[in-house]
């Protein structure tokens, strides 16, 4: 199935026209970005890659940023606003977290950033990324360009080239250039986006690949992901029958009692963690 997704997109590449992979979890994204870009290496559509350190965005609600239950070894802080001694774009090593706020390790210091500003921030992992002349990438943060022009947190765009310092000479969806500096790197592939992500964008060949994954699948969903393609869409399931089944569901009602199962449940875990924590300086 993701070497057909791979397929059609490299097809509708053919035809001269600008294609879209629209899945409806993370794991579906990671996977489709993978098998469209061997793809299109094999194919002469992207070049010979060069290996750069990126920062990939790790899946945390608000509500997780402030609890310290979240954070773990190998972990990074990206900021996105300034806060104190870090600059917007600045980025932290995770030290620890603590009922004050998180450890973050930075040119050798120390430093607790308090949970009231977790907004300022967003938790990243360091990864590795092969990037080329011809790749498609998604911003994850806002921000400007070298020269000064607006980055838009989600925005797709395609690398022109990889300068020797390690910046992105990058175009945009409207064809302008824009470079990125090497502190500018927290991205990911942009082939596929998740159904969240493709709200806003149009492209000529939409490819939804659904995952067969009932939870992530409703009416809503199924409108948002459909509605992106302006000339064809493609859809690609493991099960028609299931599909069929799941996008006449509606997810409001069930999203409003998961919200509030899990707000419950926070809450009881952060009461238990509070009193161990008592607990624990009682007898120190």
Known sequence: RRAAIAGEYLTAL????????????????HAANDAIRSTLQSAGKVGDGKALATFQPVDRSEAQKRDARFYEAG??????????????????????????????????????????????????????????AGDQLQLKANGRSVEGARLHNGELVTVARVESTGALVVNDERGATKTLGPAQRLLVRGYAVTSYASQGK??????????????????????VSISRGRKKVVVLTPDRTALRENIQRSSERELALEEKRERVRAEQESIAWRARQRQFRERA
């Open 202 to 223: 149009t492209a000529d060949t939409v490819i939804v690949a659904d995952a067969g994954n009932r939870a992530a699948t409703s009416r809503q969903q199924w409108y």
């Open 75 to 132: 972990q990074a802080v990206f900021f996105l606003k300034r806060y104190g001694r870090h600059a917007k774009g600045d980025v932290g090593e995770v030290a620890g977290a603590n009922e004050c706020g998180v450890v973050v390790l930075k040119d050798g210091r120390r430093s607790t950033v308090s949970y009231r500003y977790a907004d300022r921030f967003t938790v990243v992992k360091r990864a590795d990324m092969e990037i080329a």
């Open 14 to 29: 053919q035809r001269g026209e600008r294609p879209l992979v629209v899945a409806q979890t993370w794991s579906e994204v």
